[in-house]
């Protein structure tokens, strides 16, 4: 179909799935082992509803918000993921371009396909643009890999930590395509990240990493740093100790740890807990997994979250409509955004809080 046909995010998905070359199509769409928590992370919006006021004068919609101290258009991020160019020649920096035109963020992953340097060269000099970090047990290559980004401008280093292994997607290795990427990170740079990289992100990636380890990358660099992949209220407290700017409430999309809680449900949890120890100032808090629709941003929004990052939806667009998909995919949220803040009765970011939403469903577990 004519892009002019993609109604929503998910069109792009129904899209993906029957157009797309299919190892490229089970390494992007597949979960982990029975894709429970594949489903729950979508499953958990559909528990929340609004509580919308109205009379309240909508005529002028602001969508803007800070992130880490950027100002954005929208308080969404397309979040890091890996091997851009199973789905399209020119890889990430699709996804660069489009962010920019459209002035959001978007999240560097360590094993993306173009090289990190191709990325941060397609983006315009006022464009923001995070490091997504898989912490290699070569503590060398980590510290270059972070001096660099920071002189290269990245506005936040955001180190992944719920993938010390990598889980089972079956969908994925049925389809054979991720077998073998040697050089994924290191020195050659040359080598062709697209051959895969499952057993590369299980051979680099320090097992070891801890939370004595977060002191050590503070020690190396200036830029704010965030955990992607906190899962538990216990780990929430925790890193406000260890003194990070920022966590991720994520369970990588549901392709990690299968029975890992939707991160909206963690944030209902957490959310009262921070605010009973005087803590939600201390650190942002951002969301990922599932995020389809602009009232799944606006309810995470709601709930505490500063902004929140989308992963698949935008690995869709840019499979199967390259550079204007992505902008196509960015607008259709954007204009979903301002008809669900009007809907809702608030014209700004900062007016969501939790007076607009309903939880009771998430209160029986
Ligand atoms: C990911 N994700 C991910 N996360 C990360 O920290 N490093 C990575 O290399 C990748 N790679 C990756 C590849 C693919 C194909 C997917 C789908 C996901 C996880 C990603 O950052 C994010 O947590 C989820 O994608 C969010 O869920 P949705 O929006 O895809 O439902």
């Known amino acids: 179909p004519d892009l002019s046909q993609m109604y929503n995010l998910n069109d792009f998905e129904f899209v993906a799935r029957h157009t797309m070359e299919k190892t490229a199509w089970s390494y992007y769409s597949s979960g982990c082992d029975?894709?429970?928590?594949?489903?729950?992370?979508?499953a958990s919006y559909q528990r929340v509803f609004f509580?919308?006021?109205?009379?309240v004068d909508v005529t002028n919609i602001d969508l803007s918000t800070t992130m880490l101290g950027t100002k954005v258009s929208s308080p969404f991020y397309i979040t890091a993921t890996a091997l851009g160019r199973l789905g399209h020649d020119d890889g990430e920096c699709v996804l660069t371009r489009s962010a920019a035109k459209q002035d959001i963020i978007q999240m560097i992953p360590t094993l993306a396909s173009c090289s990190f340097d191709e990325i941060v060269d397609a983006a315009t000099d006022k464009q923001t643009q995070w490091l997504q970090l898989y912490v290699n047990k070569d503590r060398e290559i980590c510290e270059n890999i972070v001096r660099h980004a920071e002189k290269r401008g990245i506005k936040g280093l955001f180190i992944t930590v719920d993938a010390p292994q990598l889980g089972r997607r079956e969908k994925d290795m049925r389809s054979k395509n991720i077998e073998d990427l040697s050089h994924v990170q290191g020195d050659d740079e040359e080598a062709d990240r697209t051959q895969g990289a499952a057993r590369a992100i299980s051979s680099f990636i320090d097992t070891s990493l801890n939370w004595k380890d977060i002191k050590w990358f503070r020690s190396i660099t200036k830029m704010?740093?965030?955990?992607?992949?906190?899962?538990?209220?216990?780990?929430?407290?925790?890193?406000?100790?260890?003194?990070v700017d920022g966590i991720v409430l994520s369970n990588h999309g549901g392709r990690q740890l299968e029975f890992s809680k939707p991160p909206l449900e963690v944030l209902i949890e957490l959310m009262p807990v921070l605010r009973s120890k005087g803590l939600q100032d201390k650190l942002e808090i951002y969301l990922d997994g599932g995020v389809r629709r602009a009232t799944d941003v606006l309810k995470a929004i709601c709930l505490g979250?500063?902004?929140?990052?989308?992963?698949?939806?935008f690995l869709y667009a840019m499979s199967t409509y390259g550079d204007a998909g992505v902008y196509k995919a960015i607008q259709i949220l954007k204009d979903e955004m301002i008809m669900n803040m009007r809907l809702l009765g608030v014209t700004s970011i900062d007016q969501l809080n939790e007076s607009y939403v309903d939880v009771r469903n998430f209160q029986t577990r």
Not at 51 to 55: A, D, F, G, I, Y
Not at 305 to 313: L, M, Q, S
């Open 34 to 42: 029975d894709e429970i928590t594949l489903r729950e992370n979508h």
């Open 224 to 243: 704010p740093i965030i955990l992607k992949g906190i899962q538990t209220v216990e780990d929430s407290l925790l890193a406000v100790e260890h003194g």
């Open 305 to 313: 979250a500063k902004g929140v990052g989308i992963g698949r939806p």
């Open 51 to 55: 509580k919308p006021r109205v009379l």
